[in-house]
């Protein structure tokens, strides 16, 4: 056992973090101070992607990633909110002659062993968010029965895939094979055709599964727009779904003029990472700026003069597609528009949305939403007691109404909450995290939390004039209390406002005005209120 001095206990302020870095095991310290004055050692750098720790917030026992909005316990490790998978590591603090020492071991690492000996089955339709998270939870908190993951991939995280066409499958694994092993999680690479809802049966392609509890969390699929776009089916269309289409995509746009539907996250994102390799790369997008829908008007305009400088994208805005023409080799060659615009291209991405991948259950008298949804109640249960939904496909009560969030740590929020009803004999978990995203473009990160629902005000502020690297901080209020907030290289201003929400604290746009008023910078405005 190692044991370091860190500091005076009266160098950190009650409420406050710091890291610290221990030479003698090469480990990273986050050391927190609680209101109450307890000292608590974690590791410093989240689980998720290493960001560091301090440079997020803390606030009521649990401090939060800058990055992507992972939360942990400070006192167990836990993770509260997602992304990420694993929790952080805890350090023994005590306390001798006012000084804060830890105590390390000398190689730490897991040394749980996860046995499976009971007889229940849990099986889990797919393998993405929720569906990896919920396996992983059930594990950790103690279920001994089989878990079986049914997915068509391995599990991966597929947010890295339209932020980077390249990635390389094993660098964005969720867990390697030797982890799910480790755990006695099995996975099953097949396909559900139908369920057996009275029989409690799964019948894959290839094998037929009963379960005692069953989850399902199969996601989306991409929406094609062959009902709405004449001559739609041609070799060089695409759509962005999984790491094939990637790699699809990757290997055929070199030097080409691309032509990307949808100016939201999907199509953005691609935009910005292949821009360098093409000819020509244009968007047309529905919407009077793009993002307009998700992060409203003020900020869309900011990000498409970024676009246009940075990435020298070409925009048809508010406005759609009604047909593609062909070449003699079958392929698409101009896109035409419904105000009769027609653009040269060599390569389509259609990134236009997404529906919930739940086709296989309409055999199955499953009651499906219009969309195609899922309608769960706070426990994530569907109609059925033992069958749970999790993540893109649901509909489920948030916060007081009925709602879709299809974010990933949403869905991984979703994952664990549904795990943990399944073993429960009385569910108790809800869902009601505050959501929070992320986008990486040409390298920087906008990040966004809280909800856009019933928005009546927004504040700009802190904002850049530089079109090439803008910053910015976007405030949302309904009837002037703050509901969201989005911000560009304003870090750690959506880690301090979601855990302001998160624990029900009310800010008002006449707050925010008297801290700028008084000079107070944006950084240091949220700051004041943990």
């Given at each position: 056992?190692?044991?370091?001095?860190?500091?005076?206990?009266?160098?950190?302020?009650?409420g406050?973090?710091?890291s610290?870095?221990?030479?003698?095991?090469?480990t990273?310290?986050?050391?927190?101070?609680?209101?109450?004055?307890?000292?608590?050692a974690v590791?410093?750098?989240?689980?998720?992607?290493?960001?560091?720790?301090?440079?997020?917030?803390y606030?009521?026992?649990?401090?939060?990633?800058?990055?992507?909005?992972?939360?942990?316990?400070?006192?167990?490790?836990?993770?509260?909110d997602?992304?990420?998978?694993?929790?952080l590591?805890t350090?023994?603090?005590?306390?001798?002659?006012?000084?804060?020492?830890?105590?390390?071991?000398?190689?730490?690492?897991d040394?749980?062993?996860?046995?499976?000996?009971?007889?229940?089955?849990?099986?889990?339709?797919?393998?993405?968010?929720?569906?990896?998270?919920?396996?992983?939870?059930?594990?950790?908190?103690?279920?001994?029965?089989?878990?079986?993951?049914?997915?068509k991939?391995?599990?991966?995280?597929?947010?890295?895939?339209?932020?980077?066409?390249?990635?390389?499958?094993?660098?964005?694994?969720?867990?390697?094979?030797?982890?799910?092993?480790?755990?006695?999680?099995?996975?099953?690479?097949?396909?559900?055709?139908?369920?057996?809802?009275?029989?409690?049966?799964?019948q894959?392609?290839?094998?037929s599964?009963?379960?005692?509890?069953?989850?399902?969390?199969?996601?989306?699929?991409?929406?094609?727009?062959?009902?709405?776009?004449?001559?739609?089916?041609?070799?060089?269309?695409?759509?962005?779904?999984?790491?094939?289409?990637?790699?699809?995509?990757?290997?055929?746009?070199?030097?080409?003029?691309?032509?990307?539907?949808?100016?939201?996250?999907?199509?953005m994102?691609?935009?910005?990472?292949?821009?360098?390799?093409?000819?020509?790369?244009?968007?047309?997008g529905?919407?009077?700026?793009p993002?307009?829908?998700?992060?409203?008007?003020?900020?869309?305009?900011i990000?498409?003069?970024?676009?246009?400088?940075?990435?020298?994208?070409?925009?048809?805005?508010?406005?759609?597609?009604?047909?593609?023409?062909?070449?003699?080799?079958g392929?698409?060659?101009?896109?035409?528009?419904?105000?009769?615009?027609?653009?040269?291209?060599?390569?389509?991405?259609?990134?236009a949305?997404?529906?919930?991948?739940?086709t296989?259950l309409?055999?199955?008298?499953?009651?499906?939403?219009?969309?195609?949804?899922?309608?769960?109640?706070q426990?994530?249960?569907?109609?059925y007691?033992?069958?749970?939904?999790?993540g893109?496909?649901?509909?489920?009560?948030?916060?007081?109404?009925?709602?879709?969030?299809?974010?990933?740590?949403?869905?991984?929020?979703?994952?664990?909450?549904?795990?943990?009803?399944?073993?429960?004999?009385?569910?108790?978990?809800t869902?009601?995290?505050?959501?929070?995203?992320?986008?990486?473009?040409?390298?920087?990160?906008?990040?966004?939390?809280?909800?856009?629902k019933?928005?009546?005000?927004?504040?700009?502020?802190?904002?850049?004039?530089?079109k090439?690297?803008?910053?910015?901080?976007?405030?949302?209020?309904?009837?002037?209390?703050?509901?969201?907030?989005?911000?560009?290289?304003?870090?750690?201003?959506?880690?301090?406002?979601?855990?302001?929400l998160?624990?029900?604290?009310k800010?008002?746009v006449?707050?925010v005005?008297?801290?700028?008023?008084?000079?107070?910078?944006?950084?240091?405005?949220?700051?004041?209120?943990?």
């Open positions: 056992m190692i044991k370091q001095t860190l500091c005076n206990i009266n160098d950190l302020a009650p406050s973090m710091q610290f870095e221990i030479k003698d095991n090469n990273h310290i986050l050391l927190t101070k609680d209101a109450r004055g307890s000292f608590h590791d410093a750098k989240c689980s998720h992607y290493g960001a560091p720790l301090v440079k997020g917030s606030l009521n026992g649990r401090v939060r990633c800058p990055w992507h909005g992972a939360c942990f316990n400070t006192s167990t490790g836990d993770i509260e997602f992304p990420g998978l694993n929790p590591r350090y023994q603090v005590s306390i001798s002659n006012g000084d804060v020492i830890v105590h390390l071991p000398i190689n730490p690492c040394q749980r062993e996860y046995k499976q000996s009971g007889n229940r089955v849990f099986v889990i339709i797919g393998g993405g968010a929720a569906g990896a998270t919920a396996a992983h939870t059930l594990r950790l908190e103690g279920f001994d029965g089989r878990i079986l993951i049914i997915t991939e391995v599990p991966y995280d597929r947010t890295k895939i339209s932020k980077n066409i390249y990635e390389e499958l094993d660098a964005i694994l969720l867990k390697q094979d030797s982890e799910w092993e480790e755990m006695n999680i099995d996975i099953l690479i097949d396909e559900v055709s139908s369920l057996n809802l009275t029989d409690k049966t799964v894959c392609l290839s094998s599964i009963q379960y005692d509890k069953l989850l399902i969390s199969t996601g989306s699929n991409a929406l094609h727009l062959d009902r709405f776009v004449k001559g739609y089916d041609c070799p060089n269309v695409y759509t962005l779904r999984n790491i094939s289409d990637a790699s699809l995509i990757s290997d055929n746009i070199h030097g080409k003029n691309v032509f990307i539907i949808g100016a939201s996250f999907i199509g994102e691609v935009a910005s990472c292949i821009t360098d390799v093409c000819e020509s790369v244009s968007v047309v529905m919407e009077m700026v993002f307009e829908r998700i992060l409203g008007p003020e900020v869309g305009h990000l498409q003069q970024w676009h246009e400088v940075v990435g020298n994208i070409r925009f048809y805005l508010n406005r759609t597609v009604s047909e593609f023409k062909h070449n003699q080799n392929n698409a060659s101009a896109v035409v528009l419904n105000d009769g615009t027609e653009i040269e291209t060599d390569l389509i991405i259609v990134g949305g997404a529906r919930p991948a739940t296989f309409k055999e199955s008298n499953f009651r499906l939403e219009k969309d195609g949804s899922i309608l769960v109640d426990y994530l249960r569907t109609e007691d033992d069958v749970f939904a999790a893109d496909i649901t509909l489920f009560p948030h916060r007081g109404e009925l709602t879709k969030i299809g974010h990933w740590g949403m869905s991984q929020n979703q994952g664990k909450i549904a795990a943990l009803n399944m073993m429960a004999t009385d569910p108790q978990e869902c009601d995290n505050i959501p929070f995203f992320w986008t990486v473009q040409y390298g920087s990160s906008i990040r966004f939390c809280g909800n856009l019933h928005v009546t005000k927004v504040m700009l502020i802190d904002e850049s004039e530089s090439q690297k803008p910053e910015f901080v976007a405030l949302y209020f309904c009837n002037s209390v703050l509901e969201a907030a989005c911000s560009m290289n304003r870090d750690p201003v959506c880690a301090d406002v979601a855990e302001l998160n624990a029900g604290v800010i008002t006449k707050d005005n008297a801290l700028l008023e008084d000079g107070v910078s944006v950084i240091s405005l949220f700051e004041s209120k943990l």
